[in-house]
């Protein structure tokens, strides 16, 4: 599902932000990206998005060699790609409803489809009784959840996280978790980016640690593993 | 995939309404140049009416001698017919000479009794295909043979020919000059409605750029992201085209009336198909501003 082989990114010519990584991610597999903050996981998470483009090597997202994509094919892979980040991204003036809504209007889903799957996919994050409040009337977790509805309200095959819980307490990140947990049994590739120690030692997923740009460790069912 | 148009206009006003001072600053810059540039078509128009109705009387006359052989006059008449610059010539005798003379002196009877004989020459009255090329065709006829033996005046081959150049010269002239500071004019407008749209649009992204950066997040295609603020552009185009429109009505029905009033003897008048054709060249040339001056700002403010 995702392939990214001799990446390297360099910002300043200098120092590398990412460099010699090779990660084979398979259809299905939930994954942690950790390391400390400047350790290249938001470059690694904007490659896979093609927010970036790598100084060198290749990147395969849902078989698309997204490296060689044309710019205006770029829309298209993002539809494959649901987005999740600390700062929720919701918009204040629109209700849960219309937040996740949005994500399939500027698509051009039809009205029948955003009738259909908004409310399902709420449903499914455990905000059916919040369809119509406002991202201010919402706590940390619940705004977080909106933001994951929108990001899989379109069943995307990737669900890619960066840092979602640096925002909230360790009760409600638990939640997210388990949420992510449970849209990666619906066969969905999660990969999420953070610094949750305790998160990715309770969950023993597959373990991609990052440092200074250099992948240093590749773990099944893995733990943090850092000693600070 | 349905394309839904009602979004598009939605976000746009929308925009609009959120930005009202700079699209109204764009509206009126684009309404100005628009009124400009109907306002300098309409003069134009004018100018060139008055210019034919002028050019028209633009002919050159040829002055015979008495007692020039017919048979000479014929030949120059006819080679006057073969060239390519000439359109008519029309024998004029000395009784239709006279005739002329006194209808136009028919105000003055004192000149008109007191003509004893006839003291004018006949003459031959040449219309020209095109008026500019007077110049030319008045030294073609002074280096003809023919013309030397009938003209009133062989010693004085200049003083036998009278034609108009100076009036159409400066007219033209004229014209050229208020073409150019016209289009100087125009551009100089057109350039700040551009940077105004621009700017417009510009805040219309910033005010929107949480928008923009969830649209392309979930993979709104690109053009899907870009309609609404071209469209945004287009609108304010039409608008300021459509204001300088009816201007240049009220003007036409305020100014022309009195001006053809002033100067009756000038064709003043503007046809319906005239003002037809005002009316499209502005509302496209409104809607290639709005178009171009959006672009420009999405180019450089909307990374996609």
Known sequence: MISMRGVEKYYTPDAPALADVNVEIEAGEFVFLVGHSGSGKSTFIRLLQRELLPTRGQIVVAGQDIVRLKNWKVPYLRRNIGCVFQDFKLLPNKTAYENVAFALEVIGRSKHVIRTQVPEVLRLVGLEDKIGSYPDELSGGEQQRVSIARAFVNRPPILLADEPTGNLDPATSLGIMSLFNRINKTGTTVLVATHDREMVDSMRKRVIALEGGHIIRDQHRGVYGYGD | ?304
């Open chain 2, 1 to 304: 995939m349905g394309i839904n148009v009602g979004y598009f206009v939605k976000e746009s006003v929308t925009n609009f309404r959120r930005n009202w001072v700079m699209s109204l600053g764009a509206v009126i810059t684009i309404y100005l140049s628009l009124l400009l540039v109907g306002v300098s078509m309409v003069t134009g128009y004018v100018i060139s009416e008055v210019v034919r109705s002028v050019e028209d009387k633009v002919s050159i006359q040829i002055f015979l001698k008495d007692g020039a052989a017919t048979e000479d006059v014929e030949e120059l008449q006819a080679w006057l017919l073969r060239d390519e610059l000439v359109e008519a010539v029309n024998y004029v005798s000395k009784e239709e000479a006279l005739e002329r003379f006194k209808e136009e002196m028919a105000g003055s009877s004192e000149i008109v009794d007191n003509i004893r004989e006839n003291p004018l020459p006949a003459s031959l009255d040449v219309t020209l295909t095109d008026p500019r090329q007077v110049e030319e065709m008045a030294e073609r006829i002074k280096a003809n043979e023919t013309f030397l033996k009938v003209c009133d005046r062989p010693d004085d081959p200049e003083e036998s020919l009278k034609y108009g150049q100076q009036i159409v010269n400066r007219l033209f002239a004229f014209t050229r000059v208020i073409r150019i500071i016209g289009v100087v004019f125009i551009a100089m407008l057109a350039v700040v409605s551009l940077i105004f749209i621009n700017n417009t649009i510009r805040l219309a992204i910033y005010a929107r750029r949480k928008e923009i950066g969830i649209m392309r997040l979930v993979g709104a295609s690109n053009w899907f992201i870009r309609a609404p603020f071209l469209l945004e552009g287009v609108i304010q185009s039409l608008i300021g085209a459509a204001l300088a429109i009816l201007t240049v009505l009220a003007i036409q029905a305020a100014i022309l009336p009195r001006l053809a009033e002033a100067l009756p003897f000038l064709p003043v008048d503007i046809t319906g198909s005239a003002m037809v054709q005002l009316g499209v060249v502005l509302v496209f040339a409104g809607v290639l501003i709005g178009l171009i001056g959006s672009g420009f700002a999405l180019r450089r403010y909307l990374k996609v």
